[in-house]
């Protein structure tokens, strides 16, 4: 493990352990010690990466291979949202408020503990303990809904923590080590695949697919996203899901293109994978009704890209596969902040029962403008140019119809949001548009300060440009 990050996995874990005794008899204190701790993280990471000589020094100075230092920014700056929204979001009398901070703290650590891993079985481990707390934040909403998906989540992914194991067993025994780096080394000395080698890797891919939520694997997802209390719709749908399967199947992806062809042949299905779930999940996305089923299909879109990017592996695609999985994270936790928001004022997410909810609510209403367009990838916002290395990557490998195909289900994305964006918040004004007004300024503020990033990733591409090309060339070494 990154030593140099620990205290970015100790100290939340830290304030798990403190929430439930400090906040005993005060349980607003259990707020105050979630929100303080994920905001100094991030300013300390803030710090460590946007100081000017950082900057002027084009980041060659960023410790590591500078992606963990992304993600780990991206599980604070999504945790601390979360956190934030969630301490306006509960009402006073919620039971189970500590226990409810300490499992997204928890969770935080655990996301840490994954992208500062050095190797598959620490890794391993890490995934686990973000498993056990998310089944258990799903089930803070106690309704039938809520353990509908906690329990499809269980009996989903269950079999890929398996798969995952016993792929690191046969590599474990074939190879005798587990090590990222180890393993690019055994890759790159040009030593013929074995059998169980590439078994073994298949296992573990099929393992971190299922966990991604990629097409065909993704039935537990709408109903996990759609079932769970809406503050931690948030937190899976922007972070969780991506750390725990994303982005370990990137780190895999990287290490097989220094294999010879059987290997290879994994990250063919990868593409294909990756562009089978662009289209499941934008058509699927069409078809729904309820705002945060179709938000979660819409995940399973963008998953997709990133997917197809990491299996094509070359240096573009990385980069693009890095900024992709980055964006998501903003624009996702965006969206689905917007429906908790729309759930607590007009008290429900069915979108044929809402309607011109722009007059009640007109800053979710352009925060969720934002988001949209910049998931669908449209120019200056940051999804364009995730979206657009993605395709560029895709044409320069020769792979012309993947490219179209991908700009073209881009299209469809903007089409079902701009569907969802008339149902819900332009046109005449619903019977729930009537009896709803806009949500307080806390709740707005994740909302607000996410697009705000949005827009300025966007504007200022060139240099995080810089950064994510470093952080591409190092993983790709």
């Known amino acids: 493990m990154d030593k140099g990050l620990l205290a970015y996995l100790l100290i939340p874990l830290l304030s798990a352990v403190l929430i439930p005794f400090a906040a005993r008899a005060r349980r607003r204190l259990a707020d105050v010690i979630a929100n303080v701790t994920l905001l100094a993280g991030l300013a300390n990471l803030a710090w460590l990466v946007l100081r000017p000589s950082m900057i002027s020094g084009g980041f ?10 992304l993600l780990v920014g991206a599980v604070y700056l999504v945790g601390f949202c979360v956190t934030f929204f969630s301490a306006w979001f509960m009402e006073d009398g919620t039971p189970n408020r500590q226990a409810y901070y300490s499992l997204i703290l928890v969770s935080v650590a655990a996301m840490t503990g994954v992208v500062s891993a050095t190797d598959f079985f620490t890794l391993y481990v890490f995934i686990e303990v973000l498993a056990v707390t998310s089944f258990a934040l799903i089930t803070t909403d106690d309704s039938g809904r809520g353990v509908e998906g906690a329990l499809k989540y269980f009996f989903l992914t269950f079999p890929a923590s398996a798969l995952i194991i016993l792929g690191i067993s046969i590599l474990m025994l074939t190879l005798g080590s587990l090590s990222f780096d ?103 996305a069409l078809r729904q009704k309820d705002f945060k089923r179709m938000l979660a299909f819409s995940s399973v879109s963008q998953v997709g890209y990133i997917v197809l990017a990491a299996g094509l592996g070359t240096p573009l695609a990385i980069m693009g596969a890095i900024f992709h999985l980055f964006n998501h994270a903003t624009f996702k936790t965006v969206l689905f902040l917007n429906s908790a928001s729309l759930e607590k004022s007009a008290g429900t997410t069915d979108m044929e029962k809402l309607g011109g909810m722009e007059h009640a609510m007109p800053w979710t209403s352009w925060t969720s403008v934002v988001a949209l367009l910049s998931t669908a990838g449209v120019p200056p916002l940051s999804g364009f140019w995730s979206k657009l290395l993605i395709i560029l990557a895709l044409w320069q490998a020769g792979l012309k119809t993947y490219a179209v195909l991908a700009l073209l289900f881009s299209i469809v994305t903007l089409a079902y949001f701009m569907v969802m964006q008339r149902k819900v918040f332009f046109g005449k004004k619903s019977r729930a548009a009537e009896a709803s007004a806009e949500v ?26 810089t950064y994510v090309r470093m952080v591409a060339e190092r993983i790709l070494i």
């Open 182 to 284: 180890n393993l690019r080394i055994f890759m790159a000395s040009g030593v013929p695949s074995s059998g169980p080698v590439t078994f073994g890797a298949a296992l573990m891919l099929l393992g971190f697919l299922i966990k991604s939520g990629v097409a065909p694997f993704h039935t537990w997802t709408p109903d996990a996203y759609q079932g769970a209390y809406a503050p931690v719709s948030a937190h899976l749908a922007g972070i969780v899901t991506k750390i725990s399967g994303v982005y370990a199947l990137i780190r895999m992806a990287a290490l097989l293109h220094f294999f010879d062809g059987r290997a290879l042949a994994l990250s063919d299905l990868l593409m294909f994978l990756g562009m089978l779930s662009i289209a499941v999940g934008a058509v699927a």
């Open 440 to 465: 307080s300024a806390p709740l707005l503020a994740p909302a607000v300060l996410m697009s705000a990033l949005i827009v300025a990733l966007g504007l200022l591409f060139p240099y995080f440009y």
């Open 60 to 69: 060659a100075d960023i410790p590591g291979d500078g992606l963990t230092l």
